[in-house]
């Protein structure tokens, strides 16, 4: 499974991002999908995920900002990020489940600044 993240960028506090995450290759029985980030400094951690069947977990951190869903027909993930705050920024990491194994994508750097 190769996943391809893209939307991050430079926003101001009380900005939006939208976050996308394409799945391909062998997607068969692919599973679980969410978003981690990683602050400098700091290690990984979650953000969201979403199930198959579109049960939704959030840190703390991001309920009622952050909102997880997918397209299972386009195989995407996606992470609507709205109220950014300085603290959000990270680099962002998709993840996937498929068949008991664990995939990440390659990070995209989301970065809040006035």
């Known amino acids: 499974v190769q996943l391809q993240a893209s939307g991050g960028g430079l926003v101001q506090p009380g900005g939006s991002l939208r976050l996308s995450c394409a799945a391909s290759g062998s997607i068969f029985g692919l599973g679980a999908m969410g978003w981690y980030r990683q602050a400098a400094g700091k290690q990984r951690e979650l953000v969201a995920t979403?199930?198959?069947?579109?049960?939704?977990n959030y840190d703390d951190s991001v309920k009622g900002r952050f909102t997880i869903s997918r397209d299972n027909a386009k195989r995407t993930v996606f992470l609507q990020m709205n109220s950014l705050k300085f603290e959000d920024t990270a680099v962002y990491y998709c993840?996937?489940?498929?068949?008991?194994?664990?995939?990440w994508g390659q990070g995209t750097l989301v970065t809040v600044s006035s």
């Open positions: 993840n996937a489940w498929r068949l008991g194994r664990e995939y």
């Open positions: 979403i199930t198959t069947g579109g049960n939704t």
